[in-house]
């Protein structure tokens, strides 16, 4: 067949060189952050920026280089945390983001590989792959971001709204009762289980660097406005009221058994770490056990 | 314990097993994967042979995970596989379109079955043609091998790990049920005479360097993680340095130059068997277990005299369509005997224009045909 088509525009590298030149420097976390990716999508108000930060602070805290850190993501308004960040970040399918991190983990243990994804990527269509993930205990930091809705999507129910919460696709009110996630995570085999607000930024950054220090699956829920896509509809205000009301409801108790960390709407909501245990993880296994055996390691018998 | 992924020497194994010998020699060390007929053989050689030469072998709860484990794992730095059929393969579709998006090597083993749906789980059938070629949303470019027997599901399985590592993309091997479960003599030549494509990295500064950038019809080298390029990799349409830009100017060379790597470089790609094809009036054109058949009844027929050949797609795509171009001008018939309902008979019959006449034997699965069969049919245009 004949084949017309329009002209390929190319890749202008002077203009894109500008762009970065004049945009670069201006946000005090700037040397974190891809070159020329900010302005960031985000709404104002939006909880995201808060976990963003907190995530640097606690990198810069322990020290760690930016080039053993990974960022994978799914898909979503959390989703695009990812493209900001100035590391080798992964922003994969719906759903999809801790696998794509197990393959990448388990091949390189000498990175930290964090996951950065929504309530909805990460308990509805990745649900399944996040207690597959936890039972494993692939060495990986999750963190997720819950704002009870679907964001990016324009605000539809999802599998942490509380019952009778107004959503774009649940205009009555939600018929269906909200995951509680630290206790799913907790009971699949997670080593570390915490839950936080954005209100709560320096125990965040406390959490985020004892992760980095855990060795197996670790788990942190952070509560986050979405003035946009929830707070809206459920007169919840706007960012700051948003986070006013989290501040208000939350009630800090570390240790606390996870199975009370249900949150209704307008309920009380339990922060804290609330998980925190050792347990091999999988590639301690793999190594010690399979591998060992397979190479006659063990007792120098060959498998 | 390197020396164990090579395995130099004579064997007496199955199809599925030499997949998984033939990754291991092309370097393969990640391998994740859910258990499917007839598939499943690939898997368990895998997580017996894998440990011992250090790799990883880890069984996720689906294939989409198993896809998406195998991508994460190449943009480690580490060449990795994994194995399924019909229903699987369906299912890593979505994360095919992400390795493709993002250009990450990687291989896919499909020993195919009858289908749609759950359909025949331990039958033949060649019923993932067309699903490879398009299975997944969106525009891009496919390379697909297809082996005959036992020995050649070793040395496609490498070839599909070279082909991934230099076109940056998921490569298939589409083998079918009886070629996975035929046990044959399989010679695993020295690790000096296997030809093993090895990854291109990035020789300029982190500035410089354009991940997605296509150098004639060619992917850019590959940064890996840890590298320190910082690249950014996403399913999102995106410019040359991988950041997501949301225009049509964008999507354009962003989907050209997936498709494209693959169509302008098609003539390196494309491996075809040719026989008795100069003088033919007609030509079989067959692939996998069915072309064995068809070898049978090409040489039955020319050792009677009759002017019949056979084109053997080794790989099935890209397809070869010069040669089925010019061959159209010469024969009479092509008759395309194969294990579905027409999947690559279509790809004849276009390819050939109305020059020549398209004759499908199709088999819904569950069996194949025989040489007489064949026979019967090139008779009649003969
Ligand atoms: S829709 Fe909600 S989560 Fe998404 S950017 Fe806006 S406020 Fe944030």
């Known amino acids: 067949m004949k084949r017309h088509f329009r002209d390929i525009v190319p890749f202008d590298q002077d203009s894109a060189d500008r762009a970065i030149e004049e945009g670069h420097g201006l946000h005090p976390l700037d040397e974190y952050l891809k070159p020329g990716r900010i302005p960031h999508i985000w709404c104002p108000g939006c909880g995201l920026g808060v976990v963003l930060t907190t995530y640097i602070e606690a990198i810069r805290r322990k020290g760690i280089p930016v080039d053993k850190c990974v960022v994978v993501s799914g898909i979503g308004c959390t989703g695009r945390v990812a493209g900001y960040l100035d590391m080798d970040t992964y922003h994969t399918t719906h759903g999809r983001a801790i696998p794509f991190a197990t393959g990448l983990a388990l091949v390189r243990p000498d990175l930290h590989v964090t996951v950065f994804s929504g309530d909805g990527d990460l308990f509805a269509i990745g649900g399944n792959h996040l207690i597959h993930g936890a039972r494993r205990n692939i060495n990986l930091n999750v963190i997720c971001v819950n704002n009870f809705n679907y964001g990016m999507t324009g605000g539809q129910a999802g599998p942490t709204t509380p019952v009778d919460a107004r959503t774009s696709t649940t205009p009555m009110g939600n018929a269906e009762p909200g995951f509680n996630l630290p206790h799913l995570a907790h009971a699949s085999g997670a080593v570390y289980v915490a839950r936080w607000t954005t209100f709560h930024p320096r125990q965040l950054v406390h959490s985020i660097t004892e992760t980095f220090d855990k060795k197996g699956f670790t788990f942190i829920e952070v509560i986050a406005p979405c003035p946009t896509g929830y707070g809206r509809p459920n007169k919840l205000g706007s960012g700051l009221e948003e986070m006013r009301y989290y501040k208000e409801m939350s009630e800090v108790r570390n240790g606390a058994d996870p199975s009370k960390a249900e949150i209704r709407l307008k309920g009380k909501i339990l922060c804290g770490t609330f998980i925190n245990v050792e347990r091999p993880d999988f590639l301690e296994t793999y190594n010690n056990l399979v591998i060992a055996k397979a190479q006659g390691r063990d007792k120098g018998k060959a498998a | ?382």
Request: charged share 20%; aromatic share 6%; net charge negative.
């Open chain 2, 1 to 382: 314990m390197a020396e164990k992924d090579v395995l130099t020497g004579e064997h007496f194994i199955h199809g599925d097993a030499a997949c998984a010998e033939g990754g291991l020699a092309a370097g393969c060390r990640f391998f994740a994967g859910y258990p499917i007929t007839p598939a499943t053989e690939v898997a368990e050689r895998m997580a017996r042979r894998l440990p011992e030469v250090g790799g990883i072998y880890i069984q996720m709860e689906d294939e989409i995970a198993s896809m998406a484990a195998i991508l994460g794992a190449s943009w480690g730095g580490v060449k990795s596989m994994t194995s399924t059929s019909g229903p699987g393969f369906s299912l890593m579709m979505e994360n095919i379109g992400l390795g493709m998006m993002t250009e990450t090597p990687c291989v896919v083993v499909n020993i195919q079955r009858g289908g749609p749906s759950t359909g025949l789980p331990t039958l033949v059938g060649q019923a993932d043609v067309m699903q490879a070629r398009w299975g997944s949303h969106g525009d891009y470019g496919c390379i697909a091998v297809s082996p005959a027997s036992p020995q050649e599901c070793f040395d496609l399985t490498i070839l599909a790990f070279n082909l991934s590592e230099m076109y940056r993309q998921p490569v298939f091997v589409l083998a079918d049920e009886v070629v996975g479960h035929m046990t044959e003599k399989v010679i695993i030549p020295p690790r000096e005479q296997i030809h093993v494509a090895q990854r291109a990295k990035p020789a300029v500064e982190r500035s410089k360097y354009l991940p997605f950038e296509s150098t004639g019809p060619m992917p850019a080298p590959m940064a890996i993680a840890g590298d320190g390029y910082h690249v950014h990799v996403t399913g999102l349409t995106h410019d040359e340095r991988g950041y997501p830009v949301i225009t049509d100017a964008v999507q354009e060379r962003n989907v050209r130059h997936i498709v494209e790597k693959v169509r302008m470089n098609a003539h390196n790609i494309i491996r075809v068997d040719e026989v008795a094809l100069e003088d033919a009036d007609v030509v079989v054109i067959a692939y996998g277990c069915t072309s064995r058949v068809a070898r049978q009844a090409v040489e039955d027929m020319r050792r009677k005299g009759h002017r019949v050949g056979l084109l053997r797609l080794v790989t099935l795509w890209p397809f070869p369509s010069n040669i089925v171009r010019r061959l159209a001008g010469q024969v009479k018939a092509f008759v395309v005997p194969e294990i579905n309902y027409g999947q690559m008979a279509l790809e004849v019959e276009r390819t050939a224009g109305g020059r020549a006449e398209t004759v499908l034997m199709g088999l819904m699965g569950g069996s194949i045909h025989s040489p007489q069969e064949i026979q019967e049919v090139v008779g009649q245009y003969l």
